[in-house]
């Protein structure tokens, strides 16, 4: 049993930007820490909570809501939530963070479209650029950045490690976890 307080760390940005990947770096150094922490994987929770919404925005929202009611519920009982889901829609965000108890802390995950095309291993991007895929968030629907988020990584210029330390570095100056012991 740890005596650490719960937080969520919600991880916005466009498909392929390396929220999962950051996400599962966060949780397994904090676990290494003694933190309780649970990952919502957007596609995870889109199959096991969500199975059978469409991309429509209605649907998009009710995913959303559902990833941060979870949310709340792990990080008010002192474990730390962390969501990877693209989260389009500012307001949305923005309404799952004044339901949160504990603090509530978003991360950007910004990356060029150049290179999040590059990274498209399934080709959504190229598609939906043709025209085959409606709703891609970025190409055929909006994505809202956050206006200040209070933690901005940008995956196409930093290595994965380098944005680990960002974050965490953010975290401890703000009391949410301890500072690493340096040696």
């Known amino acids: 049993m740890t005596d650490h307080a719960g937080f969520t760390l919600w991880f916005t940005g466009m498909s392929g930007a390396g929220k999962s990947t950051l996400a599962a770096a966060v949780r397994d150094e904090l676990r290494a820490r003694g933190h309780r922490v649970e990952v919502l994987d957007g596609d995870e929770v889109r199959q096991n909570l969500s199975k059978g919404l469409t991309f429509s925005r209605e649907d998009r929202d009710t995913n959303i809501r559902r990833i941060g009611f979870v949310a709340r519920l792990l990080s008010r009982n002192g474990v730390v939530a962390i969501a990877a889901a693209i989260s389009p829609y500012r307001a949305l965000r923005d309404e799952v963070r004044r339901q949160h108890e504990a603090p509530f802390v978003e991360v950007l995950a910004d990356c060029s479209l150049e290179t999040l095309i590059k990274r498209d291993v399934k080709g959504l991007y190229q598609k939906a650029l043709r025209g085959e895929i409606a709703h891609m ?29 960002t974050i965490l570095q953010w975290l401890a100056d703000n009391g949410l976890v301890a500072q690493r012991a340096k040696g």
Do not use: K, M, N
């Open 137 to 165: 968030t970025g190409v055929s629907d909006p994505y809202e950045p956050p206006v200040s988020p209070e933690i901005a990584v940008h995956t196409d210029r930093e290595s994965v490690d380098e944005s680990l330390a």
